[in-house]
């Protein structure tokens, strides 16, 4: 795989890392929480630590480090190259990569479902790549759609696609050129944005209950009466995720009202 790439259709860099930073806020409160656990805790409680619980908080904050590096880091760069197809997910071997593409040459079969003409692709299918070793990639438009945050652009992911699929079946060798009259035609689909990849309802609520519930229970937490110090904490871990999760999250509980009323 040469080091410079050729893009055809690839997410802009700056919603890659906006889809990476929910990893990294993570690892953000983590390091932060072990800062204040190796303090003892007299950092943030009004009552230093025990040694058992300095352990407990420590092993919490290593497994969840563990988890979190790899988790983040293979969040790919969506993309289709000149050179090959860049997946949602890298492999664990891969994550170094940035971003870790497939070459043509080592893709076996391509199928999309439904199968749909060039200029009417469908809002929602299915991707199925199988390589040459065996290993087999699904993912789905609502995985593409997510990360342009478009969903012409998830159309167009696949209208491309399916002139690599046809390439595939056809002769076995793939060259995905946007001077190509088929690639361009691709390019060109157009189609009303609907709000399936805008900002939630749920998501816009989260941030400003989680906001105002975690701001609330920090200053009850240091100037309250300590037989509530455990409550306050509590409740403010909670309003703090739910502010995290609901900002990072523009889907957040996406459907639910819908699956709800049915």
Known sequence: MPSIL???????????????????AGLVATFVGAFFVMGGGTLLSPQPLTMEQRVLFGVIFLFAAI????????????GIFREGLAPPMKPLWAIAREPYVIPWE????????????????PRRYTVTVVLTSGLR??????????RFKSEVQARRFYSVLAVVAQELTASGTVLVDPADPRVAQALSVSGPEGGMYR???????GITLGGATAVIAAVLYRLGPAPYW?????????????????????????????????
């Open 6 to 24: 050729n893009p055809v259709l690839v997410v802009p860099i700056r919603l890659w890392w906006k889809r990476r930073s929910i990893g990294v």
């Open 67 to 78: 988890y979190l590096i790899p988790a983040t880091l293979r969040i790919n760069r969506v």
């Open 106 to 121: 080592d893709i076996a079969s391509l199928k999309l479902t439904p199968e749909h003409e060039l200029d009417k692709p």
């Open 137 to 146: 990639i699904p993912f789905t438009s609502e995985t593409i759609g997510q």
């Open 199 to 205: 900002r939630t309802l749920a998501s816009k609520v």
């Open 230 to 262: 455990n409550v306050w904490l509590s409740t403010m871990y909670l309003g703090g995720v739910l502010f995290l999760w609901s900002l990072l999250s523009s889907n957040f509980l996406k459907g639910l009202s819908r699956r709800i009323r049915g």
